[in-house]
T-cell receptor, first 115, second 111 residues
Framework: SAVISQKPSRDICQRGTSLTIQCQVD?????MFWYRQQPGQSLTLIAT?????????ESGFVIDKFPISRPNLTFSTLTVSNMSPEDSSIYLC????????????FGQGTRLTVV | KQEVTQIPAALSVPEGENLVLNCSFT??????LQWFRQDPGKGLTSLLL?????REQTSGRLNASLDKSSGRSTLYIAASQPGDSATYLC??????????FGSGTKLNVKP
């Protein structure tokens, strides 16, 4: 299994500011995924981050709003830029578990509140 | 477009009952299916993973089944306990490791 550490666990931010969320994995993984979970909703994939290449964004998500870094095989960051109250959500990172039969592992999430 | 539906959206049962959570999906060409548990304000904990070639998986009091042809999976929880109270999510995985999540079933097990 993979152990994922996500920071911060929660934050309250002013609108118009940006927050960077960090995701650290205890093993090297090819693909990392960032999800958003809006209040009362299920998870929606924001983007897929591969090391050494630009992230691939899903429909409705753009790099200017959610820039992603993937400097190595164990670390990624997601920035939520120019925040508004609508960005209040839980943000989760996930890794693909190709060594675990495809099982996915998730961080504990970052609960973001924008005021 | 792949859609994943979970029924019921919420469920409240007394302790000790056996219960079934349902998950249906529109595209049967899945790679695998995974059941997760999410506690309030927390991340996801993996419960069971069923490969597309498998029919079921068991872990303790949990049993998950998969019927690709009908686009359905069920999660069976035996002898429910208050500690089982959480939201249960199913995720269907297609190629390129893309997960499509259902909206979840919020379970409350009353002591």
């Amino acid at each position: 299994s993979a152990v994922i550490s996500q920071k911060p666990s929660r934050d309250i931010c002013q609108r118009g500011t940006s927050l960077t969320i960090q995701c650290q994995v205890d093993s090297q993984v090819t693909m990392m995924f960032w999800y958003r979970q809006q209040p009362g909703q299920s998870l929606t994939l924001i983007a897929t981050a591969n090391q050494g290449s630009e992230a691939t964004y899903e429909s409705g998500f753009v790099i200017d709003k959610f820039p992603i870094s993937r400097p190595n095989l164990t670390f990624s960051t997601l920035t939520v830029s120019n925040m508004s109250p609508e960005d209040s959500s839980i943000y989760l990172c996930s890794v693909e578990g190709s060594m675990s039969g495809g099982r996915a592992f998730f961080g504990q999430g970052t609960r973001l509140t924008v005021v | 477009k792949q859609e994943v539906t979970q029924i019921p959206a919420a469920l409240s049962v007394p302790e000790g009952e056996n219960l079934v959570l349902n998950c249906s999906f529109t595209d049967s060409a899945i790679y695998n299916l995974q059941w997760f548990r999410q506690d309030p304000g927390k991340g996801l904990t993996s419960l069971l993973l069923i490969q597309s070639s498998q029919r079921e998986q068991t872990s303790g009091r949990l049993n998950a089944s998969l019927d690709k042809s009908s686009g359905r999976s069920t999660l069976y929880i035996a002898a429910s306990q208050p500690g089982d109270s959480a939201t249960y999510l199913c995720a269907v995985i297609y190629n390129f490791n893309k997960f499509y999540f259902g909206s979840g079933t919020k379970l409350n097990v009353k002591p």
